[in-house]
């Protein structure tokens, strides 16, 4: 049976410890053994090699080395790293090797949460997006500065609210992405601002692929 760790934690906003449990759900349903912590210590005390997929759920928060330097290595060695919106993409803004090895960073949401926008599927002969369709979503709009050596598989276009980055014309800004790090896989998707939206079909299929997919 493959092996799941979530770390989750954090920023109660994003309401990780729910999210966590649904994520976990996803994994248990596709035969993944899932452990659930809401302590970084746990990055240091297990060997994150054993795992075939960590799952990062942590928004904000600062995080030691001796935490930092394992998950690092466990990826580069092959263990697949996946997880959504600021659990992932907005973890410990000061370290910037854990920015380069998820592939993006976020740095705004234009308009907050409440904004309505379309998600493109850029992609969809990929397994990740296969038979999805672009969708609509009601949510915060994430505003990211993306690695180019990421592979984009869904967008959306801004600007949709008002804001002085209006000048600059419009821009597809990646929702969904993948890339390596060492030997492991990597997955992003941008979506999932509370448990709400998590649980939205597209949101579940999107993470139950990126899951299937990142794993070992």
């Known amino acids: 049976m493959k092996q799941a760790l979530i770390f989750q934690g954090g920023w109660q906003g994003h309401e990780p410890e729910e999210v966590a449990d649904i994520l976990g759900g996803i994994l248990e349903k596709e035969g993944f053994q899932v452990k659930i912590t809401d302590t970084l210590t746990t990055l240091q005390e297990d060997d994150l090699t054993q795992y075939d997929l960590i799952v990062p759920n942590w928004t904000q928060g600062t995080i030691e080395q001796e ?43 234009p308009g907050n949460d409440g904004v309505s926008y379309n998600v493109h599927i850029k992609d969809p002969d990929h397994p990740l997006t296969k038979d999805l369709e672009e969708f609509t979503v009601v949510s915060e709009q994430y505003y990211m500065h993306v690695d180019p050596a990421v592979h984009v598989h869904a967008t959306t276009r801004f600007p949709v609210a008002e804001g002085p980055y209006q000048t600059n014309g419009e821009v597809d800004m990646p929702v969904v992405w993948t890339k390596k790090w060492g ?29 299937v997919w990142a794993s070992r």
């Open 67 to 109: 935490q930092l330097q394992p998950l690092l290595k466990a990826v580069e060695q092959g263990t697949g790293l996946a997880g959504l919106h600021g659990g992932m993409g907005d973890s410990f803004r000061f370290e910037v090797d854990y920015q380069f090895m998820v592939g993006g960073q976020w740095v705004a949401h």
């Open 183 to 211: 030997k492991g896989k990597v997955y992003y998707c941008g979506l999932g601002h509370v448990a709400e939206i998590v649980r939205m079909p597209q949101v579940m299929e999107l993470m139950k692929n990126g899951f």
